[in-house]
């Protein structure tokens, strides 16, 4: 195992960052603050059960802040402040078993060396000083990653080759460094070790691909330190997205903004608290899990799992807690060791059951009426050998089937050679509106992560949606087990801006055991997401439709009358 492959295997189990927005924003030469203790930063950070930070290293004002001999653009030339405050915070993390990484923005207006896409001009120069000064980094703090942002200048597919990711990718892992995937934009991560999504976002199902999710801890998203009144995001809301990345192969990062002086505030800092209170008890749920078996969103919470022996521990990360005392769990085709509830250790009992229709075992848990923890209630089920559930999308302890728009077999009007029948399959997780459209003298084999182009039919979309479903003929569809028979809605749900008014022309056709329902969407609820922050979800009533038993189904929505709504999720 290399030096990366074993910094990789640690990120992955950590789970759990904590993001520093802390640099210059005003005055340069007023930059000097008095009371920066990093030791604070790390107290608060593993009180939290934070397992690594990432401070901000060259961001907002593009000064870099430590004390380089590569650059004449750091902080100790360019301001009065002197203080090696990185250098102490890599040693106390050290220290404590934590690991400190940096967040680089590869744009540099004010550089001499840098220009913009839109001024043009070279740019190898300032690439070379670029690969220098991160390598630079790495050999004086051993970081656990370099996370890239800002590389705008490099999306389009004649530069990204200047930007030599492959060559500063093997330079970080010489070091036994990570690089995140916004270096150039790899979300297949051609080069890089796992995929940092978009600001604020999450994946709510798993991507088969290990990411990132960077988050604000503030309701507004400011990344940087605004007013020690600033509100912030619940408890429940960070456990959430907490449980929701350990579930669905990803790490938290949650962001803190410390005043210019360098001090967190105490209502953050409370916040924080809370959070590691939880883990406390709770943890062995989170840290060195991976992904539950069952790869789809899941209503009520999360599932993880680890491997002990010949048995696996299952965990139910509840944060939609039943109020009858039954908690019904589809699929699993392994046997049942023993369940109990995490923090105490009470057993609860069990039965479980073979549906021969849907060709599934439905386990029900007798749980308690009240929720033992007001945010996230976790139950620990030992099963033996490795957790099982089927491919196959599965009734949820609520009644509902969740079915996602980017693992939905895809209909096109026609057969497009190399396209991958799934969104998912097409690993264009948060960049598929940044393609450049193809060169109308391009003759080459379409690829579709570079290019967009007329015609190319239902694609992925932004928000980890699906884009081009739209056009009389196209369709989507899913299969999935039923247990429960009974009358059910059918709910389209649609990314729609915030401050976009819902306009639905056209019309969606919803097939399903044996029924064929046309009709236009009828606005019902709108509620935020996860998946994306500045967007708002749309939930859209098509139908109801009866099913008469349980089974084996499949759910086909066709587009009837071409829409103007476009991302479906």
Not at 394 to 400: A, E, F, G, H, M
Request: glycine residues 6%; proline residues 4%; charged residues 25%.
């Amino acid at each position: 195992m290399t030096k990366a492959d074993s910094t990789l295997s640690w990120y992955k189990e950590a789970k759990f960052g904590m993001f520093i927005h802390f640099d210059i924003r005003s005055d340069k030469n007023q930059f000097n603050p008095s009371n920066l203790n990093t030791d604070e930063w790390l107290r608060i950070a593993k009180q939290a059960g934070m397992k690594y930070t990432v401070p901000t290293t060259h961001q907002s004002s593009y000064v870099i802040m430590w004390d380089s001999k590569v650059s004449n653009r750091d902080v100790t030339d360019l301001t009065p402040f002197k203080q090696n405050y990185l250098k102490e915070l890599s040693e106390s993390c050290k220290a404590e078993g934590l690991r400190m990484g940096a967040y680089y923005a590869i744009a540099d207006p004010g550089n001499p060396l840098y220009n913009e896409p839109v001024v043009g001009g070279e740019i190898r120069p300032y690439v070379d000083y670029l690969h220098n000064v991160i390598e630079e980094f790495c050999q004086n703090y051993q970081p656990l990653i370099i996370w890239f942002d800002a590389s705008r200048r490099f999306r389009d597919s004649d530069q990204k080759p200047v930007l030599r990711q492959e060559d500063m990718v093997d330079m970080l892992h010489s070091n036994g460094t990570l690089s995140n995937s916004r270096l150039g934009d790899d979300d297949a991560q051609k080069y890089v070790d796992y995929l940092t999504m978009n600001d604020n976002m999450a994946a709510d199902f798993n991507l088969g691909a290990h990411w990132e999710s960077a988050v604000t801890i503030t309701t507004d998203g400011s990344w940087h330190y605004e007013s020690e009144d600033a509100v912030l995001r619940s408890t429940k809301d960070l456990l959430y997205r907490l449980i929701n990345a350990a579930g669905n192969g990803g790490n938290l990062l949650l962001n803190v903004g410390p005043d210019q002086q360098g001090v967190i505030t105490k209502n953050m800092e409370e916040r924080l608290k809370e959070i590691g209170d939880w883990l406390k008890i709770n943890g062995e749920a989170i840290y060195e899990t991976k992904p539950g078996p069952y790869p789809y969103q899941i209503s009520w919470g999360s599932m993880t799992q680890r491997k002990e022996n010949v048995n696996t521990s299952l965990y139910l990360n509840i944060i939609d807690w039943p109020k009858n005392g039954e908690f019904k769990l589809f699929g699993l085709k392994n046997t049942i060791v023993n369940a109990t509830l995490l923090p105490t250790g009470e057993s609860i009992e069990f039965t479980s059951k073979f549906d021969a229709f849907s060709g599934q075992n439905i386990m029900t848990l007798n749980i308690p009426k009240n929720q033992p923890d007001k945010n996230v209630s976790v139950i620990k089920l030992v099963v033996a050998g490795d957790a099982i559930i089927g491919d196959n999308y599965l009734q949820l302890t609520d009644d509902r089937v969740m079915m996602d728009a980017y693992n939905a077999n895809k209909h096109d009007l026609e057969y497009v050679a190399g396209k991958p029948t799934k969104a998912i399959d097409m690993k264009m997780f948060t960049v598929p509106n940044r393609r450049p459209n193809q060169p109308d003298n391009y003759i080459g084999l379409w690829d579709y992560q570079m290019y967009k182009k007329a015609g190319e039919g239902i694609m992925s979309g932004r928000g980890l949606t699906v884009s081009g479903c739209q056009t009389k003929g196209q369709a989507l569809s899913w299969d999935f087990k039923m247990y429960e028979p009974g009358s059910y809605d059918v709910i389209a749900v649609y990314i729609v801006g915030e401050n976009e008014d819902w306009k639905m022309d056209g019309k969606l056709q919803a097939n399903l055991a044996g029924q064929s329902i046309e009709k236009k969407l009828i606005e019902q609820k709108w509620a935020q997401t996860i998946t994306m922050p500045k967007e708002m979800e749309l939930q859209a009533v098509l139908s109801s439709v009866n099913i008469d038993s349980s089974g084996i189904y499949t759910l086909t929505l066709e587009i009837s009358l071409d829409l103007q709504v476009n991302h479906l999720i």
